[in-house]
């Protein structure tokens, strides 16, 4: 079966430090690619990175970065130098064959001043 | 900028009501998908389009129906509220079968009383 978990509901983090939010993921598919989202309290999803199943090098996006270990079936977000405005519910998400997208439960930030 | 726009950020309606949540993207994207989102829950996908008058169900399609007469709107119905369809429905749009990023709309917060 195809599914994401995301095993840690909520995680505090005090401002300018690195946080790492986990995921792992199940497929039988060789073709995949993995994403974090990123959604505020006003609602809205916001796509912050993505990782292709062939890729060969972690992606990277300003603060953030994407450690994929395709052995474990992990693809954890990092960010680094935590900012008040990163406080928000972080969803992994991982794209199938046909394109759809199956997410996990989402993690809770908060960061602390 | 891609643009997804909901008809409505919050509606309220009363349990055996017709409801109609609708969908616009103005990037000419051929995939539109809604999704519920429930507390511990994440994300999950009800019904898609990869087409004009296509449509995919999802996950959890029970209780909703939808339509795609304009490659721009996809629609959510709900053809007799219930209590149980209260959350959070967020639609989104993409481009292609191999889709990259999905494009999501602010959300509409549905409570059935």
């Known amino acids: 079966a195809q599914k994401i978990t995301q095993t840690q509901p909520g995680m505090f983090v005090q401002e300018k430090e690195a946080v790492t939010l986990d995921c792992t993921y199940d497929?039988?598919?060789?073709?995949?690619?993995l994403f974090w989202y990123k959604q505020p309290s006003s609602g809205e999803m916001i796509f912050l990175i993505y990782?292709?199943?062939?890729?060969?090098q972690n992606a990277t996006e300003g603060r953030y970065s994407l450690n994929f270990q395709k052995a474990r079936k992990s693809a954890n977000l990092v960010i680094s130098a935590s900012q008040l405005g990163d406080s928000a519910m972080y969803f992994c998400?991982?794209?199938?064959?046909?394109?759809?997208?199956?997410f996990g439960q989402g993690t809770e930030l908060s960061v602390k001043p | 900028d891609v643009k997804v726009t909901q008809s409505s950020r919050y509606l309220v309606k009363r349990t055996g009501e017709k409801v109609f949540l609708e969908c616009v993207q103005d990037?000419?994207?051929?995939?539109m998908f809604w999704y519920r989102q429930d507390p511990g829950l994440g994300l999950r996908l009800i019904y898609f389009?990869?087409?004009?008058?296509?449509?995919e169900k999802g996950d959890i399609p029970e209780g909703y129906s939808v339509s795609r007469e304009k490659k721009e709107r996809f629609s959510l119905i709900l053809e007799s509220a219930s209590t149980n369809q209260t959350s959070m429905y967020l639609c989104?749009?993409?481009?292609?079968?191999?889709?990259?990023?999905?494009?999501f709309g602010p959300g509409t917060r549905l409570t059935v009383t």
């Open positions: 497929t039988s598919d060789p073709s995949y690619g």
């Open positions: 990037m000419d994207h051929e995939n």
């Open positions: 998400a991982m794209r199938v064959i046909g394109g759809k997208l199956i």
């Open positions: 989104a749009s993409s481009s292609g079968t191999a889709a990259y990023e999905q494009y």
């Open positions: 990782q292709g199943s062939y890729d060969q």
């Open positions: 389009s990869y087409d004009v008058k296509m449509k």
